[in-house]
């Protein structure tokens, strides 16, 4: 999947992996570097090429020796504000530049001078070396073959490590037989992807991934990890209900599918945790919504569905998508969830080992192909991360949604005897400005009164399954009447409507002249 996407769309930066860490004290940077150069050469996966043009199938060419691109860069005299723009330049172009697919190395590394005990250093590699569970392992033996190296130990080596050819023989001997079964199965009625159905926003469509962050309190993420040992379910599932919530309502649709990355280190392979390459896997998850389904049993239902699928998660997702009824080249979804959990932080600040040196501002930039990315961090205080595309969401809507995700995790936790039904996806704040409005409606100045979409919207997230229209024997609630007002307005704004805009409306009385006044009034 991550080899399709980056051909199919050359210049793009997305799978772009880029760490940024800032390094305080004494530090010898070429030592550091010839650190790095043994961890290439221990390690195939980091001398690994993809040739893919004029071949059917691609294939991993591994390379006896390579050079390891490393840029160094004295910005000793420059001011601060300098250095700073710089930095913000070369990060900038350092993704531009992408990579060859064809030719190893995929991965490079800067190192910037910035005072006489600072430096900065950058390493950005391709997505197709190496998952997040690697990136700890690496550090780890740069680090080690660093103080090494300061300490001058001739003799100092490493336990040799496992092949990364012993995952690919791994895939090989896998049953495809019967998880194409599985996959015709959980798929093959499945037709329409799950859209997010907020108006599009005028844009640059090469523009990079912007993230929203946020953390919920230590007091919350507790009461959250307690409430998923109780119910004997993971925090993971706890997220993965809210986030199947939150796309159904977006959405007005009951039956929601979105796309996991599950980590690909299977117990059949010893040894696996240790090992360094790329071994996940993006899979669909399909998760249907009945709003009569008691809290507690539904996330019981998705943590068995999720057991089930892991044991078929190996299966490439070109070939899950065939067993789908979703058109040949229409993508299966257009969100993606992570749950991770690999300490890349805690690994860098093993830096202590080495006398003299600190790391702050650690920073991972990585961005997917998909336009809406839900990213969450187990820690003392929960992180999560909206990571989306500026050209097709605006700051604003993201905002209100990581707002919606926390009140339906919380409506999760503390309802747990409640119908899916009953859980209000309004924090406290929209609440209020939604009985206001309400109460609006009796005042006698009608400039007083919000803008009749917004005050919709806001019905519509209190409301969603309500009944919003009829007319004769058809009816939408409130989600799908606002999913088919936000897939009109994305239209017309793709076409260009705007504020002020004059829009024609002709059709006859029904429910498709509602959503229509709803649409045209989002475009504009």
């Known amino acids: ?239 993965q209900g809210a986030w199947s919530l939150l796309l159904s309502r977006y959405s007005g649709q009951d039956d929601v599918v979105f796309g996991t990355t599950v980590s690909g280190r299977t ?24 709003d009569r389904s008691n809290v507690v049993d539904w996330l019981q239902s998705l943590q068995d569905d999720y057991a089930q699928l892991q044991r078929h998660s190996f299966m490439p997702l070109n070939e899950v998508a065939k067993q789908s009824s979703i058109e040949t080249g229409q993508a299966l979804f257009e969100t993606l969830y992570a749950f991770e959990n690999y300490p890349v932080d805690d690994s860098l600040r093993d830096a202590s080992i080495v006398d003299g040196l600190t790391i702050s501002d650690v920073s991972m930039a990585e961005e997917t192909n998909y336009p809406l990315n839900l990213v969450v961090i187990p820690a003392s205080e929960l992180q999560l991360e909206l990571r989306y595309k500026a050209d097709q969401f605006t700051a604003q809507n993201i905002e209100r949604m990581s707002g919606h995700l926390d009140a339906l995790l919380t409506g999760l936790m503390s309802n747990p005897e409640a119908l899916l039904n009953d859980l209000v996806m309004l ?5 209020s400005r939604s009985f206001s409005l309400s109460n609006q409606m009796s005042v006698d100045d009608p400039f007083e009164i919000s803008l009749l979409h917004e005050s919709f919207e806001i019905q519509s997230d209190l409301r969603s399954d309500a009944i919003a229209v009829t007319f004769g024997a058809d009816s939408l609630s409130y989600a799908e009447l606002n999913a088919r007002a936000n897939q009109l307005a994305r239209h017309l704004m793709a076409q260009g409507v705007g504020a002020d805009s004059l829009v024609g409306l002709s059709l006859e009385r029904g429910l498709s002249l509602v959503s229509g006044v709803l649409g045209i009034l989002k475009a504009g």
């Open 1 to 239: 999947g991550l080899l399709f996407h980056s051909v199919l769309t050359p210049g793009s930066s997305a799978y772009i992996e880029q760490l940024k860490v800032t390094l305080d004290g004494e530090f010898d940077s070429g030592v550091f570097q010839r650190a790095w150069e043994q961890v290439v050469s221990r390690h195939s996966i980091l001398r690994t090429a993809f040739a893919h043009q004029g071949l059917v199938e691609p294939l991993q060419v591994v390379q006896r020796d390579v050079v390891l691109p490393w840029q160094a860069h004295d910005w000793r005299d420059l001011t601060a504000n300098k250095q700073n723009d710089s930095l913000l330049a070369l990060l900038a172009e350092d993704r531009a530049a992408g990579f060859d697919l064809e030719h190893a190395p995929l991965m490079r590394v800067s190192v910037l001078h910035l005072a006489d005990d600072r430096h900065v250093f950058i390493w950005s590699h391709h997505h197709l070396l190496l998952d997040g569970w690697s990136l700890p392992l690496l550090i780890q033996e740069v680090l080690a073959f660093y103080k090494a190296g300061l300490e001058a130990y001739k003799s100092f080596s490493l336990a040799k490590p496992r092949a990364y050819r012993e995952h690919i023989a791994w895939l090989n001997e896998q049953d495809d037989v019967a998880s194409t079964e599985f996959w015709a199965d959980r798929l093959g009625d499945f037709s329409e992807p799950t859209v997010v159905s907020l108006p599009m926003v005028e844009g640059d469509n090469s523009v990079m991934m912007v993230d929203h962050s946020w953390q919920l309190s230590a007091e919350t993420t507790s009461e959250l990890d307690a409430f998923a040992r109780r119910h004997r379910v993971t925090l993971s599932t706890v997220v």
């Open 267 to 290: 117990g059949d392979l010893v040894g696996v945790d240790q090992m360094i390459g790329l071994f996940i896997n993006t899979v669909p998850v399909r998760v249907r919504i009945n």
């Open 427 to 431: 924090g406290e704040a929209e609440q």
